[in-house]
């Protein structure tokens, strides 16, 4: 039995990408922001419904040179443990210092409301993440960034093409980070981007992300290489067509299991919100091990016999990396550490059958009776 595994990359059919790159292989142009790169940013611009945007290598470059763009001096960044080593990475590759906020128990992004009281003499930036899809309060986030003086950098790298009553998601905040990673609903292979609204932003991430370089004869910074290629940046172009039959598909996936599983006493399933269009980007579940019967490893464990493979995401906290153990304690964000603790996020991708979403289910339901 060959195993269901817990995403699996949106492709183009083979001759769709063919047609797509054949032009590549006529003028040889392979990188360096050819025709693929630039028509796949206007139509990221139009898709994503955002005035500006900038193209990276992948999402993690994309955050850490958006923060080093931002020229952020004064040493702290307010951020959440609960989200993948990237965030928290990006902000100490520049020599800045994370600052960790709890989060809200129902949704699993920031909590707007513990952010003020970490606000310090040294605080610049708040950088926030869109958590499985699920939006943060950006409301509540710019009313404390412009109080402030703070710039807010969004991690949305879960949340590509979701709205937000009507507005596109990139829109918030002074820049938002999108992935393309292959495990995402939308991919280049690998891949990101920033989005902004500042001209002046853009001008540095074209340098950053091209070695400091002004023009021709002038280098007047030092960057890093962290260009889209030209093919890249051709699959995003195909997959871009197939996005919103991909999300239909993966919302049909998200409906069955939410049929299978609400109402079980000790699951707690993702929230929906009305004013969200979502991408159906994960299905977390959160499983109380007193009332559900077995814990989320036990779960876990009983789903991988049985050839289904799952995530523990996120787990562990960023704040528990041996890389930042001595410097932080857990229990400062006791509501990130407990859902660590007991979220799972079960097998989630368009191709993905309903009748494998059932036996998931049933799997699931046989470890709670034990």
């Not at 790159?21 to 040889?28: A, F």
């Not at 994309?62 to 763009?69: F, G, I, R, S, Y």
């Not at 990237?86 to 020599?95: E, F, K, L, Q, Y």
């Not at 049909?252 to 159906?280: A, F, H, M, Q, T």
Request: charged residues 30%.
């Amino acid at each position: 039995m060959d195993d269901i595994l817990v995403t699996r990359s949106s492709m183009p059919e083979l001759e769709e990408y063919i047609e797509e790159i054949r032009p590549i292989w006529e003028s040889h142009w392979l990188t360096n922001m050819g025709k693929k790169h630039e028509e796949l940013s206007e139509q990221l611009k139009q898709f994503l419904g955002v005035s500006q945007i900038s193209l990276f290598s992948n999402g993690h470059m994309a955050l850490e040179l958006c923060l080093q763009a931002l020229n952020l001096q004064k040493g702290e960044v307010i951020t959440t443990p609960f989200t993948f080593a990237s965030t928290t990475h990006a902000i100490v590759r520049n020599n800045l210092k994370p600052v960790f906020c709890d989060i809200r128990e129902d949704d699993y992004t920031m909590d707007a409301d513990k952010i003020e009281a970490l606000v310090t003499d040294r605080t610049e930036a708040i950088l926030p993440v869109h958590v499985y899809g699920n939006l943060c309060d950006v409301e509540k986030i710019e009313k404390i960034a412009r109080k402030y003086g703070l710039k807010v950098i969004y991690d949305a790298a879960h949340a590509f093409g979701e709205r937000y009553r009507g507005i596109g998601v990139g829109c918030f905040g002074d820049a938002s980070m999108f992935s393309f990673h292959a495990t995402k609903v939308y991919n280049t292979i690998e891949g990101g981007c920033i989005c902004f609204e500042d001209e002046s932003l853009g001008k540095k991430l074209a340098r950053l992300k091209n070695f400091g370089i002004r023009d021709a004869e002038s280098v007047d910074g030092i960057g890093a290489n962290a260009k889209m290629n030209e093919f890249q940046a051709a699959m995003g172009i195909c997959n871009l067509r197939h996005i919103d039959q991909e999300i239909e598909k993966r919302k049909k996936v998200v409906e069955r299991y939410r049929k299978n599983l609400e109402g079980v006493s000790g699951i707690r399933l993702n929230s929906i919100r009305d004013d969200v269009d979502s991408n159906y980007a994960y299905f977390p579940v959160l499983f109380d091990e007193e009332k559900f019967g077995a814990t989320r490893n036990e779960v876990c464990d009983y789903l991988k016999s049985n050839h289904i493979l799952t995530r523990k995401y996120f787990y562990p906290l960023t704040n528990t990396f041996e890389c930042y153990r001595t410097q932080y304690s857990a229990d400062d964000t006791p509501i990130a550490l407990k859902v660590s603790k007991r979220i799972l996020t079960l097998p989630l991708y368009a191709d993905l059958e309903l009748s494998d979403v059932d036996r998931i289910c049933d799997l699931i339901m046989e470890v709670g009776r034990e």
